[in-house]
């Protein structure tokens, strides 16, 4: 989250460790970026953990969090989620640098700097860390030296963490565009247009890729050639990454409303807003096969029930919920 101007940005690591703006996988193992071990259900590539944003940890966390360290930078902040993989975290900083931790003790292994900020969540496959920035360039860096492996240039900034797909990684822009590229070497592959900016994340789940963004529509496309395969009305702009559980897409607009969408069959099977208190969904949703757990801007964070949307229950927060 955004700190206080001119004060130094930490990184906090809880004994466990995205960006709303008013305007906001792979089909094989990740493969770790060093040699220290580390339990595979820690790791945390993506920005929504895995190729279906489920945005659900699979790992454990004490009873009594304690403090392990903090990684701080001496100008901008960190307004993205870091990646885990392996014993190394990867998290961009929006005064243009990407920075390699170390888990276990919080220091410092590489830095890269790229030509502006970061507020998009790293992503990590197969040796290589993928990064969009504010100008709208993206990175391919060596996640074990930093060095660059190769970047693309985009029309707008990008606000969107990438994801994969067999031999390729995808990303969305505010130029509208969802870009497909070869991961090992940049060059373009396709590219889909949308009829407005993208700042959500792709969602890749069987042979689709889905994104929503600011006209208001869920985008399902053929991942084999980026051609649009059906497009679902939300109602609303919307910035959060969708979900997929099975054949259901999970996703809340500036609308005020969060929705279940049948993606094979392009429809809305229910929708849920707050009677008491409408506000914006911005943030994504972590779903199971028992629950959906959303924050609003409400300042409640929502429990629904994934096949009816009913309401579970209700958490207070202090704040807007928007991540």
């Known amino acids: 989250a955004r700190g206080v101007a001119g004060l130094a ?4 690591v809880l004994g466990g460790c995205r960006r ?14 060093d040699q220290a071990s580390a339990d595979p259900d820690d790791n945390w590539p993506l920005f929504r953990g895995d190729p ?6 699979r790992g454990t966390l004490p009873q009594k969090l ?15 989620t870091a990646a885990i993989a392996g014993a190394t975290v990867y998290v961009g900083s929006t005064e243009g640098n990407l920075y390699a931790v170390g888990l276990v003790d919080g220091k410092q292994k590489w830095m890269f700097a790229g030509d502006d900020g970061f507020t998009a969540a790293p992503a990590v496959r197969g040796g290589s860390v993928y ?3 504010s100008y709208g360039k993206f990175y391919c860096v060596d996640a074990r030296t930093g060095k660059p492996k190769w970047s693309f240039e985009t029309e707008a900034e990008i606000n969107s963490a990438a994801n994969f797909y067999r031999d390729n990684v995808l990303f969305g822009s505010q130029d509208g565009m969802l870009y497909c590229l070869q ?3 940049g060059e373009k592959v396709w590219q889909y247009q949308s009829d407005d900016m993208i700042q959500c994340s792709p969602t890749v789940a069987a042979d689709r890729t889905f994104v929503a963004g600011c006209d208001g529509q869920l985008h399902v496309i053929d991942l084999a050639g980026g051609k649009l395969v059906a497009k679902v009305d939300l109602g609303a702009p919307t910035l959060c990454t969708p979900a ?7 996703v809340g607009t500036h609308g005020s409303r969060f929705l279940a969408v049948d993606w094979r069959q392009a429809k ?5 807003e707050n009677a008491e208190r409408q506000a914006p969904f911005h943030s994504s949703a972590a779903v199971t096969e028992r629950i959906v757990v959303v924050g609003g801007q409400d300042k409640l964070v929502h429990a629904l029930d994934p096949k009816t949307g009913g309401k579970r229950w209700t958490f207070p927060a202090p704040r807007k919920v928007d991540s």
């Open 52 to 57: 279906a944003a489920s945005g659900v940890a």
């Open 244 to 250: 997929v559980l099975g054949s259901t897409a999970f």
């Open 20 to 33: 709303a703006d008013s305007a906001a996988a792979s089909d094989r193992p990740v493969e770790r970026a």
């Open 9 to 12: 940005a930490l990184l906090i």
């Open 131 to 133: 990064l969009g920035d």
């Open 183 to 185: 991961a090992d070497t």
């Open 66 to 80: 304690d403090v392990l360290w903090t990684f701080s930078v001496d100008d901008g902040w960190f307004e993205a």
């Open 268 to 272: 809305v099977l229910w929708s849920y």
